[in-house]
């Protein structure tokens, strides 16, 4: 089974191991949580810049007609 970028399984787990053992387990919630929220914040941020562009169009397609 082949995941992001042709990486398998065993790849991904030798991964988490190497981060587990740099980062130690009591960090690992925190880094996951910052990365939560990162996301949430992306994903937020892309939304509102879709609305407005969506916005600016339809502006646009009223004062053409």
């Known amino acids: 089974m082949a995941f992001i970028g042709g990486m398998g399984g065993q790849e991904i787990v030798v991964i988490?191991?190497?981060i587990l053992l740099l980062f130690g387990a009591k960090?690992?919630?925190?880094l996951a949580r910052s990365l939560g929220q990162g996301v949430k914040e992306?994903?937020?941020?892309?939304?509102e810049i879709g609305e407005d562009v969506a916005e600016?169009?339809?502006e646009?397609?009223?004062k053409s007609s």
């Open 27 to 30: 960090k690992l919630p925190e």
């Open 16 to 18: 988490l191991i190497i």
């Open 56 to 58: 600016d169009d339809s």
């Open 42 to 47: 992306f994903r937020k941020s892309v939304k």
């Open 60 to 62: 646009d397609s009223s």
